[in-house]
C-alpha cells in the first residue's frame, strides 16, 4: 500500500511538511528517501486498517492532514475505496520535553519513560527547564510559562495546582521542591502502569498470544482492503 500511494503523492506536498523540515534541519548530512517518504507510510499504516479516527498529537496534525489528503486524491482517480480519517486531539495536544522547546521525543533524549521507576523519574524531572527568568529562589515565579507545571497540573489535582501556582508566584516555593513534588505525583500517577506492566512481563506467553491474535485480526482488514485497492487500480 505504500507503494501504491506513493504512485499518487506529489513529491512537492512531502517536502513542505513541517515535519520533514524539521528532521532535514536536524540532520542535513543525511536527508534520505526515508524522511522525505515517511508520511506515506505512516499513511498506509492509517488506511490500510479502515481507521476512522486517529487519536494524535498537534505535532502529527500535518502528517494527519496529508493522509486525508492523499485519501482524497487516490479516491478521486480509483473510487470511494480508502477512509478519510479525522483526528481525535485531547485537552493536552502537544507535551514538551525536558528542555522545554521540543516536544517530547525519545530520539532526543528529551523525555520521561512512564514506566521508569520513581528515582529515574526524579532524575529526569530534576533536568526539566523552569522559568528562564527565574534565577534566584527569592523571584517570584510564573508559572504560565514553566513547563514543569504545564506538565503537573495533568497528574495532580486542582487544589495542589492552585496552591503551587500561588506559592510559585510568592516565591514560597522553589522550582527545585515544585520539580521533587512533580515527580512524587508522576511516580504516584503510573504506579498502577508499572505495576500491570510487572504482571505481563511475568505472563510472556499470555502476551504473544494477545499480539499474535491482534495481527490475524489486523491482517484480515489488511487484506481486504489490499484486495480492494488492487482491484480500483487495475492490479490483479
Known sequence: LHTILSMVTPLGVLLRLPTFKEKARQQPDNVNYGLVGYPVLMASDITLYKADTVPVGIDQAA????????????????????????????????????????????????????SAEPEEILKRVMTMVTDPQRQYRSDPGRPEVCNVFQIHRYFTDEATIAQIDADCRAAKIGCVDHKRQFAADLAAYFAPFRERRAQYAAQPDYVWDVLSDGAKRAQVIAAQTIAEVKEAIGLP
Open 63 to 114: 502528517h494527519l492532514e496529508f493522509t486525508r489528503e492523499i485519501v482524497r486524491r487516490f479516491n478521486h482517480l480509483f473510487g470511494p475505496v480508502l477512509i478519510e480519517p479525522q483526528a481525535k486531539y485531547t485537552d493536552f495536544p502537544k507535551v514538551l520535553g525536558t528542555d522545554g522547546e521540543n516536544k517530547m521525543s525519545k530520539s532526543l533524549n528529551n523525555h520521561i519513560e512512564i
